[in-house]
């Protein structure tokens, strides 16, 4: 079963405007969430995290919100730059488990920014 | 400083045959977990060492693959006998207590 998904396969935006990207989970005991970038033949690279016990959380022009009750995140990326083209993933954790790095997946989406 | 290397970078192998990834984490970094995404899907954990022990190997799909730590460095992910199944590009990741570090991975084809 997939307890992280991201729906949307692609993203293609226009330089300067924002970039929502989509994030749904399954699983409750999920508290603690991140986004990774990944640009093709590198691996993913940390770009921002949240934790259950807050909504919101913003560093520079990348902002993720995250909705416990419809189990639901997002990542805002404004303005968009072309150097923003990469794979997004998001991921999900148990902050309190043994292993914290045992990081849930989802799929990924490959998002455009259109200079 | 340095970066989690990963090498080789590409292995193309023969079904049935036995493959052996290489991971050199960041220095002093304790924690290292082994990933792998196969095509379109997202990364699954396979097994995480603190130190030298793995008290995680709960991602490992079958008891073809098996992997060590030496040193408190160096990983070795072995796959045997590998099958089609197999293919994907393997990741390495290296922590010392915050975010997951990552290397630019292993793509192993199984012809």
């Known amino acids: 079963d997939q307890q992280v998904k991201q729906n949307s396969p692609s993203l293609s935006v226009q330089e300067g405007r924002i970039s929502i990207l989509n994030c749904d989970y399954t699983?409750?005991?999920?508290?603690?969430f991140l986004w990774y970038k990944k640009y093709p033949a590198e691996g993913p690279t940390f770009l921002i995290s949240?934790?259950?016990?807050?909504d919101k959380n913003e560093d520079g022009r990348f902002t993720v919100f995250l909705n416990k009750s419809a189990k639901h995140l997002s990542l805002h990326i404004v303005p968009s730059q072309p150097g923003d083209s990469a794979v997004y993933f998001c991921?999900?954790?148990?902050?309190?488990?043994?292993?914290?790095?045992?990081?849930?997946f989802g799929q990924g989406t490959t998002l455009q920014v259109k200079p | 400083g340095a970066g989690v290397s990963q090498s080789p970078s590409n292995k193309v192998t023969e079904k049935g045959k036995d493959v052996e990834l290489r991971c050199d984490p960041i220095?002093?970094?304790?924690?290292l977990y082994w990933y792998r995404q196969s095509l379109g899907q997202g990364l699954e954990f396979l097994i995480y060492?603190?130190?030298?022990?793995?008290?995680?190997k709960s991602g490992l799909p079958s008891d073809r693959f098996s992997a060590e730590r030496t040193g408190g460095s160096v990983s070795t992910l072995t796959i045997q006998r590998t099958q089609q199944e197999d293919s994907a590009v393997y990741l390495c990741?290296?922590?010392?207590?915050?975010?997951?570090?990552f290397g630019p991975g292993t793509r192993l084809t199984v012809t």
């Open positions: 990741a290296s922590s010392l207590s915050g975010h997951l570090n």
């Open positions: 699983n409750s005991m999920f508290d603690y």
């Open positions: 949240i934790s259950s016990i807050k």
């Open positions: 991921a999900a954790s148990v902050s309190g488990s043994s292993n914290t790095g045992k990081l849930i």
């Open positions: 220095s002093g970094h304790t924690a």
């Open positions: 060492f603190q130190g030298n022990s793995a008290p995680d």
